[in-house]
Structures are given as structure tokens and as C-alpha cells.
Nanobody, 123 residues
């Protein structure tokens, strides 16, 4: 069983930055694709960013392009989401997900999910 634990969320003013981390258990992390999704109150979960198993392919949602960057450190079994120029509309619970298929995809076709971390951006 793979466990994912997100951290790094919090309260930040608009224009500020946060870096989310997702620590993953298991010895096969380097073969997983990793994704970040978010869900705001009253809204459906939406794709934010994804990275394939090697880190060679990355995808961002249009809403975060130029502001958010996904990266991974296979030696630490961790994936990161650097969030800059945050906006109030970025407020949501952020979830990381792992896909054994190894392919970065914006679809929620991931096998394991974390419990989420709250990000709140004040105006």
C-alpha cells in the first residue's frame, strides 16, 4: 500500500508563494507519475499539474501556467508544487496523487491519493 502525505499548505496573502510537498512511501516511487489536484468549496476536484515518472514530462492547468511548477526528487520519494503569484481563486484543498502507469495525465486516473492540505489565499 502506498501512502502519500502532503504538507506545506497554509494562509498566504495574494501575490505570495507556497511550496507544497508530498512524501510517498514505497520503494517504487521513481516509477510513478505524480499529480496535484485541488478542490475548492462547492466545486469539483480539478487538475493542477502532473509529472511523469522520470520528470521529463510535465503538464500544468492553464489556470496555473507561469505561476506553479511541479518537480520531483526520486531520491527523497517526494514531489513538490511551487506556487508563486498566488491568487484568492487558488484557495482550495490540494491533493497529490500517484499513478503506477507512470504517465503524466490531467485526468484523475491515479491509483493513490493523499488526504490533502489546505491552501488559503487572502485578498
Amino acid at each position: 500500500q502506498v501512502q502519500l502525505v502532503e504538507s506545506g499548505g497554509g494562509l498566504v496573502q495574494a501575490g505570495g508563494s507556497l511550496r507544497l510537498s508530498c512524501a510517498t512511501s514505497g520503494r517504487t516511487f521513481r516509477s510513478y507519475a505524480m499529480g496535484w489536484f485541488r478542490q475548492a468549496p462547492g466545486k469539483e476536484r480539478e487538475f493542477v499539474a502532473a509529472i511523469n515518472w522520470s520528470g521529463g514530462r510535465r503538464y500544468n492547468a492553464d489556470s496555473v501556467k507561469g505561476r506553479f511548477t511541479i518537480s520531483r526528487d526520486n531520491a527523497k520519494n517526494t514531489v513538490y508544487l511551487q506556487m508563486n503569484s498566488l491568487k484568492p481563486e487558488d484557495t482550495a484543498v490540494y491533493y497529490c496523487a500517484a499513478g503506477i502507469h507512470g504517465i503524466a495525465t490531467p485526468l484523475p486516473e491515479y491509483d493513490y491519493w493523499g488526504q490533502g492540505t489546505q491552501v488559503t489565499v487572502s485578498s
